[in-house]
């Protein structure tokens, strides 16, 4: 750890039982809530309390929601919100939250028997001597057709994301922790130093998250696919999150956003820490790429300048070879044809998964 990095928030040992709150967030899911609440209910450990944001659903969300908060009034509460986005609901539940430990899930997935008992577990464990905040696991991806759509996110074995991660973080504007929300959870005393996220609706709670997480706490790492993650045409995954314009316009809005976001979270509760990044976000590659990407398919052509400080920078030598040879794609491919690369890249499909499992990455 280097000087300029913050001190992680100090934490105890978990209580001998500790409290235990699910989250929910649920927009318009009504017809895969029901499976979602009932496997939080099949726990091998009992949550204490399963708490469920309706983001002001048009479908019968709110029916399923309130029969289970009548059915099981002492451990299911349903909130009703007027919709504002995830990223505000995301707030609404985890205020309403009461545990020592929260653990993330969307609607439209399912948690394994045991994700709770091994979440605690983990919590436990001291990472790199340090009580953890935080702790993050794969999950297992399926389909109404295909049962087994592989896991996800790949992580390669000497690369395991976890431990205090400010660092690495600092260097790279982003977090090396990228599982979905549904593979999350937290010490009670690291959401309440996080605070509110940033509710714009194009805000993703997940990366604000463990990006907060991560400069503020140890994680823990499990590795094993607890949740099982639906795909389904109306998920925000489906497409893939650079498989078109729109999608890669929202990622540039999401690191312009997150940058004084984060700056704010360090002035309140890092004052004697330095700035969280090291370098501004203009001059990081992930970003750099974001820039090419837009300026190449919104019609421009593509930045060669823009695109050579993309794969000359230091991070992009450094990274997994599947991400270089992405990368080094656009030199040569024409935009149609790299459109449609990213879209099987980044989407989800039947052939994606028989390629990961041949790879040994399902």
């Given at each position: 750890?280097?000087?300029?990095?913050?001190?992680?928030?100090?934490?105890?040992?978990?209580?001998?039982?500790?409290?235990?709150?699910?989250?929910?967030?649920?927009?318009?899911?009504?017809?895969?809530?029901?499976?979602?609440?009932?496997?939080?209910?099949?726990?091998?450990?009992?949550?204490?309390?399963?708490?469920?944001?309706?983001?002001?659903?048009?479908?019968?969300?709110?029916?399923?929601?309130?029969?289970?908060?009548?059915?099981?009034p002492r451990q299911v509460k349903a909130i009703l919100n007027e919709n504002q986005?995830?990223?505000?609901?995301?707030?609404?539940?985890?205020?309403?939250?009461?545990?020592?430990?929260?653990?993330?899930?969307?609607?439209?997935?399912?948690?394994?028997?045991?994700?709770?008992?091994?979440?605690?577990?983990?919590?436990?464990?001291?990472?790199?001597?340090?009580?953890?905040?935080?702790?993050?696991?794969?999950?297992?991806?399926?389909?109404?057709?295909?049962?087994?759509?592989?896991?996800?996110?790949?992580?390669?074995?000497?690369?395991?994301?976890?431990?205090?991660?400010?660092?690495?973080?600092?260097?790279?504007?982003?977090?090396?922790?990228?599982?979905?929300?549904?593979?999350?959870?937290?010490?009670?005393?690291?959401?309440?130093?996080?605070?509110?996220?940033?509710?714009?609706?194009?805000?993703?709670?997940?990366?604000?998250?463990?990006?907060?997480?991560?400069?503020?706490?140890?994680?823990?790492?499990?590795?094993?696919?607890?949740?099982?993650?639906?795909?389904?045409?109306?998920?925000?995954?489906?497409?893939?999150?650079?498989?078109?314009?729109?999608?890669?316009?929202?990622?540039?809005?999401?690191?312009?956003?997150?940058?004084?976001?984060?700056?704010?979270?360090?002035?309140?509760?890092?004052?004697?820490?330095?700035?969280?990044?090291?370098?501004?976000?203009?001059?990081?590659?992930?970003?750099?790429?974001?820039?090419?990407?837009?300026?190449?398919?919104?019609?421009?052509?593509?930045?060669?300048?823009?695109?050579?400080?993309?794969?000359?920078?230091?991070?992009?030598?450094?990274?997994?070879?599947?991400?270089?040879?992405?990368?080094?794609?656009?030199?040569?491919?024409?935009?149609?044809?790299?459109?449609?690369?990213?879209?099987?890249?980044?989407?989800?499909?039947?052939?994606?998964?028989?390629?990961?499992?041949?790879?040994?990455?399902?």
């Amino acid at each position: 750890m280097t000087h300029n990095a913050p001190e992680p928030l100090p934490l105890g040992e978990l209580p001998p039982k500790p409290t235990v709150s699910v989250a929910i967030t649920s927009y318009n899911y009504g017809r895969y809530l029901a499976e979602c609440i009932e496997s939080c209910l099949a726990q091998t450990v009992a949550a204490d309390e399963i708490v469920v944001v309706d983001d002001g659903s048009t479908d019968n969300s709110w029916d399923v929601a309130s029969s289970y908060m009548r059915r099981y009034p002492r451990q299911v509460k349903a909130i009703l919100n007027e919709n504002q986005g995830m990223c505000s609901a995301a707030n609404a539940v985890i205020a309403a939250c009461s545990g020592d430990v929260v653990l993330m899930i969307d609607s439209d997935d399912i948690m394994a028997p045991e994700r709770i008992e091994k979440v605690l577990a983990a919590l436990r464990m001291r990472v790199d001597g340090r009580v953890p905040g935080w702790v993050h696991h794969p999950l297992k991806r399926f389909s109404a057709t295909q049962p087994d759509l592989g896991l996800i996110p790949y992580y390669a074995p000497d690369a395991l994301p976890h431990g205090y991660l400010a660092d690495r973080v600092r260097q790279i504007v982003q977090c090396p922790v990228v599982t979905p929300m549904s593979g999350l959870a937290f010490r009670r005393e690291l959401l309440r130093d996080i605070g509110p996220l940033d509710d714009d609706r194009g805000m993703q709670q997940d990366m604000q998250l463990s990006l907060a997480g991560a400069l503020f706490s140890p994680v823990a790492f499990i590795d094993e696919g607890l949740t099982r993650y639906r795909i389904h045409p109306e998920s925000s995954s489906a497409g893939g999150l650079m498989a078109s314009l729109p999608n890669v316009r929202i990622l540039r809005r999401r690191y312009e956003r997150l940058e004084p976001w984060i700056a704010g979270l360090f002035a309140k509760y890092r004052p004697q820490a330095a700035a969280p990044w090291e370098a501004p976000l203009k001059d990081q590659p992930s970003y750099q790429w974001l820039q090419f990407l837009d300026k190449w398919w919104s019609g421009s052509g593509k930045d060669m300048g823009l695109l050579s400080r993309v794969l000359r920078h230091p991070q992009t030598r450094a990274a997994p070879l599947q991400q270089r040879m992405y990368y080094y794609a656009a030199i040569c491919l024409p935009k149609s044809w790299y459109l449609s690369f990213s879209r099987m890249v980044y989407g989800s499909s039947p052939i994606k998964a028989f390629v990961r499992r041949r790879l040994g990455r399902a």
